[in-house]
């Protein structure tokens, strides 16, 4: 996995290849390409990082990967979705050490990496508390003219799609993939173009964290292009993109329609507000579940 080279002066260096979390496996990009990364760390531990460049081949076997594991996510009971979204904070307070080394190598300060961090595990507590909470606070029994119980029950939707935002890669990535594991779905995370490290590491992590193979997918790459391969995919229920390029968020948009697709698009605003409580609540998770209507007669 590791390849040989020479820096700008001449020193023999490592060029490390981080690799996709798919599947529940670490898996090669098919094409084999990757792109460098640039790491801030001191001059006198200099490495080369290269992260796997993801092809639209990669991306349809995640969605088809995450399909098949969809149905036992979101048949498991909320019980135990919640004992696995907690185990996550568990491994991410376990190896806060390694994510503040990759964060900061990744250009964060130390002060704001700590802060991330900690705001990371606390995200993860908060959405592992509401797996057995969201049904009743979004279920309702509805009126009706006619002799029937008309109850309204939230399901999940499928595969969703999350574009993570190049600013905080880790609460960043965590804040828009939570809510929908919270509601039964399962996700393919597109991790953040400059500052990929943090989210591949993430799915080391999750491999040791309970989740189940298949509910989350890590690739990353351009995210521009992916995020729109991602919209046009129509085993993909609904995506969540972070961008700052405007066009990217129209494309999305226009894309995700062929499909009737779910689409939430938003610019830097979601990364000012990440910290805030407007960063998590009901509604992050009412975006992704999907209102089902039944009615049931009554004996007369």
């Given at each position: 996995?590791?390849?040989?080279?020479?820096?700008?002066?001449?020193?023999?260096?490592?060029?490390?290849?981080?690799?996709?979390?798919?599947?529940?496996?670490?898996?090669?990009?098919?094409?084999?390409?990757?792109?460098?990364?640039?790491?801030?760390?001191?001059?006198?531990?200099?490495?080369?990082?290269?992260?796997?460049?993801?092809?639209?081949?990669?991306?349809?076997?995640?969605?088809?990967?995450?399909?098949?594991?969809?149905?036992?996510?979101?048949?498991?009971?909320?019980?135990?979705?919640?004992?696995?979204?907690?185990?996550?904070?568990?491994?991410?307070?376990?190896?806060?050490?390694?994510?503040?080394?990759?964060?900061?190598?990744?250009?964060?300060?130390?002060?704001?990496?700590?802060?991330?961090?900690?705001?990371?595990?606390?995200?993860?507590?908060?959405?592992?508390?509401?797996?057995?909470?969201?049904?009743?606070?979004?279920?309702?029994?509805?009126?009706?003219?006619?002799?029937?119980?008309?109850?309204?029950?939230?399901?999940?939707?499928?595969?969703?799609?999350?574009?993570?935002?190049?600013?905080?890669?880790?609460?960043?990535l965590l804040s828009m993939a939570l809510p929908a594991l919270v509601g039964g779905n399962v996700v393919v995370v597109?991790?953040?173009?400059?500052?990929?490290?943090?989210?591949?590491?993430?799915?080391?992590?999750?491999?040791?964290?309970?989740?189940?193979?298949?509910?989350?997918?890590?690739?990353?790459?351009?995210?521009?292009?992916?995020?729109?391969?991602?919209?046009?995919?129509?085993?993909?229920?609904?995506?969540?993109?972070?961008a700052d390029v405007p066009q990217t968020l129209i494309d999305v948009e226009r894309l995700g329609a062929g499909s009737?697709?779910?689409?939430?698009?938003?610019?830097?605003?979601?990364?000012e507000r990440l910290y805030t409580p407007r960063g998590q609540g009901l509604s992050a998770i009412e975006r992704w579940?999907?209102?089902?209507?039944?009615?049931?007669?009554?004996?007369?």
């Amino acid at each position: 996995m590791n390849d040989v080279s020479h820096d700008a002066g001449q020193r023999l260096a490592v060029a490390k290849t981080y690799k996709f979390f798919v599947g529940g496996a670490f898996i090669r990009p098919e094409s084999g390409r990757t792109y460098p990364v640039t790491t801030a760390i001191d001059s006198a531990d200099a490495h080369h990082v290269n992260a796997p460049r993801a092809s639209r081949k990669d991306l349809r076997e995640a969605v088809r990967v995450a399909a098949g594991a969809w149905k036992g996510w979101a048949e498991r009971t909320a019980t135990n979705r919640g004992q696995i979204l907690y185990r996550i904070a568990e491994m991410l307070e376990a190896r806060r050490e390694e994510l503040h080394q990759q964060l900061v190598r990744s250009g964060s300060s130390a002060g704001d990496a700590k802060v991330e961090i900690e705001a990371s595990i606390d995200r993860c507590v908060y959405y592992a508390g509401f797996t057995d909470k969201y049904q009743s606070l979004l279920a309702s029994a509805n009126p009706t003219g006619g002799p029937h119980f008309v109850f309204t029950l939230p399901e999940s939707m499928g595969v969703v799609g999350v574009v993570a935002p190049e600013e905080a890669p880790l609460l960043g990535l965590l804040s828009m993939a939570l809510p929908a594991l919270v509601g039964g779905n399962v996700v393919v995370v597109i991790t953040s173009e400059c500052r990929p490290l943090v989210g591949l590491v993430l799915g080391e992590l999750l491999a040791t964290s309970d989740v189940p193979a298949g509910v989350v997918n890590i690739l990353s790459g351009p995210s521009a292009e992916l995020a729109t391969e991602l919209a046009k995919h129509r085993e993909v229920a609904a995506i969540h993109v972070v961008a700052d390029v405007p066009q990217t968020l129209i494309d999305v948009e226009r894309l995700g329609a062929g499909s009737i697709k779910r689409v939430k698009g938003e610019g830097h605003v979601f990364v000012e507000r990440l910290y805030t409580p407007r960063g998590q609540g009901l509604s992050a998770i009412e975006r992704w579940i999907e209102p089902k209507t039944i009615w049931h007669p009554v004996a007369i």
